[in-house]
């Protein structure tokens, strides 16, 4: 293969290198295509977490222990290092609900 | 929109099952892939498309064994050209049976697209196929052996034959 051979070659198919093609509703008919993924239950598993979450948060009243705890943590922890309290357990809770949230609303995000 | 990585949409879709996430890849991507099968199928649009939405319903389907080894562009080319050779061996095997003739579009086509596709069918598939991911998509030797699965050295004997068939063809057409 020679160089001009080479070079022939690239003028001819320069145009085509350069060609896009516009989408025109191809991205729409692969989307309508698309199967359901086996992956609901992952979906099914999140919204099961966050409303366990939730209930055990309404029925310990988690927001009363939340705010006393937070009050005696603040008031006691300049004056002793903070250990494993009831506080720690609400407080995990909390965060797991959180986390649940924020994949749920991440699963259904809008990124465009 | 253009600054989310193709690993951050992959891992949107494989992880959260985010179709939106799938669908910017989808158009990010539409346009090379589809310009693949057209010129694999010697610019049968309506056969190009169809594979093209297997092709990307392939990659959606097994998104969660992409590991980013290579780039998401390169990984989706290789599950093209798989749609595409089985469609041929299947093709194939039901022309052996019914003697279905070769579709044929090259009518269809203005004259200079007629003339690209006039010289790709003068190809072997595979010859087609190499030349194509090189001249026209770009890829260097070891990305077309990684797309076709071929070793490189098969790569640059089909490169090389299919070169020298069409610089002939075209200098005997008046490009030269």
């Not at chain 2, 009518?107 to 196929?129: C, G, I, N, V, W």
């Not at chain 2, 098969?154 to 490009?175: D, F, P």
Request: overall charge neutral.
């Amino acid at each position: 293969m020679d160089e001009q051979n080479e070079k022939l070659l690239r003028q001819f198919f320069s145009e085509s290198a350069e060609q896009k093609i516009e989408d025109n509703g191809f991205t729409e008919k692969v989307m309508d295509r698309l199967p359901v993924r086996v992956k609901r239950y992952t979906r099914i598993w999140t919204i099961f977490c966050v409303l366990f979450a939730a209930v055990l948060f309404t029925v310990f009243h988690g927001w009363e222990l939340l705010l006393v705890q937070f009050e005696v943590f603040i008031r006691t922890s300049i004056a002793e290092p903070p250990h494993a309290n009831p506080l720690m357990v609400v407080f995990t809770l909390f965060c797991l609900m959180m986390i649940g949230i924020y994949e749920l609303l991440s699963y259904e995000r809008v990124i465009r | 929109m253009a600054s989310i990585t193709d690993i951050s949409l992959v891992a949107q879709v494989a992880v959260l099952g985010n179709r939106k996430a799938f669908d910017e890849l989808v158009r990010r991507y539409q346009s090379p892939v589809r310009r693949f099968f057209l010129h694999q199928t010697l610019g049968d649009e309506q056969l190009s498309d169809d594979l093209a939405q297997d092709t990307f319903i392939k990659a959606y389907m097994n998104i969660s064994k992409f590991k980013g080894l290579a780039s998401f562009q390169t990984w989706l080319m290789r599950i093209a050209y798989n749609v595409f050779y089985d469609y041929t061996r299947s093709r194939k095997q039901t022309e052996d049976i019914d003697g279905i003739p070769e579709r044929s579009t090259l009518q269809a086509q203005p004259s200079l697209k007629m003339d690209l596709y006039h010289a790709l069918a003068l190809l072997k598939p595979d010859e087609r196929t190499c030349i194509t991911l090189q001249l026209v998509d770009g890829y260097d030797i070891a990305k077309v052996a990684q797309i076709t699965q071929m070793k490189e050295g098969t790569v640059k004997s089909h490169l090389s034959r299919g070169k020298e068939k069409l610089a002939n063809y075209l200098k005997q057409n008046g490009y030269g």
